[in-house]
């Protein structure tokens, strides 16, 4: 396996995140769960109403978190895999769970804003979905909002020898656009997204409407965090860009 994939070893550089490029992007890669699909707040909420706020500081956070792990438990596990250092057997785990696994009837929801920011991309940028979800599943997510037409590559969790966080899917998706993994742009809302980034050569955007924490989006050195991955839109073609090392959350509405 990849040296970059081993357990419990991360490059010396991984925590230093470096302003982010603009002039050097020519590609996006996205993840799906948590960047492009959204979670079901209706459900978030009624389990709220059942978590007492004198054990959970924001109920409605930790219900969101809750919905997520029963939606995209892939997604889920990777990232604690990711904190204990336990990814090769975790991957083992979603790979054998990609094959395996029956797929649900159930409507996805889009975070708001993704349509017209793709639209408002694509043309600008070449552009894939770079997710550890099984193809069905990932097809299913794109079809239903018509969104498989903004991407020129589609990599899921088998398409690649080894998924995320190693380094392989983000690199089969910048060779099957024909750029060099330096001109891309990885966006995800979790450390595994910002580690696979990291460790293929590309720069990273940690967004917060998903799994991630910006502390932890922070210490795994996303160049850049955003509130939300339509911001992106904003961020990419000029406005309200921080220039600043590390980044900071940014919110084009102010």
């Known amino acids: 396996m990849n040296a970059l994939c081993m357990s419990g070893v991360y490059p010396l550089w991984y925590n230093y995140a470096m302003p982010l490029e603009l002039t050097r992007i020519r590609a996006l890669c996205f993840d799906v769960d948590g960047t492009l699909s959204d979670t079901d707040d209706l459900y978030a909420q009624k389990i709220s109403r059942f978590l007492p706020r004198f054990l959970f500081r924001d109920p409605m956070h930790t219900a969101r978190r809750f919905v997520m792990w029963i939606e995209a438990p892939g997604n889920a596990l990777l990232g604690m895999a990711d904190t204990l250092g336990i990814d090769d057997e975790m991957v083992a785990v979603i ?35 770079v997710s550890a979800r099984d193809e069905k599943g990932t097809l299913r997510f794109l079809d239903q909002f018509g969104l498989k037409d903004y991407f020129d590559v589609i990599v899921t969790g088998l398409s690649a020898k080894h998924t995320k966080p190693c380094p392989d899917p983000i690199l089969l998706a910048a060779q099957k656009m024909n750029v060099s993994p330096e001109e891309c742009l990885m ?44 911001k992106l839109a904003g961020l990419l073609l000029g406005e309200g860009i921080d220039s600043r090392p590390g980044g900071s959350v940014i919110n084009h509405d102010r």
């Open 95 to 129: 790979n054998w769970m990609n094959r395996h696994r029956k797929h649900s009837e159930k409507k996805f929801l889009l975070v708001p804003g993704v349509d017209e920011m793709l639209a408002c991309l694509h043309g600008k940028y070449r552009m894939a979905v």
């Open 187 to 230: 966006i995800g809302d979790t450390t595994v997204d910002i580690r696979a980034g990291r460790s293929a050569g590309v720069q990273t955007v940690g967004v917060l409407c998903g799994f991630g924490e910006e502390s932890e989006l922070r210490r795994m050195g996303a160049d850049e965090i955003l509130e939300s991955t339509p």
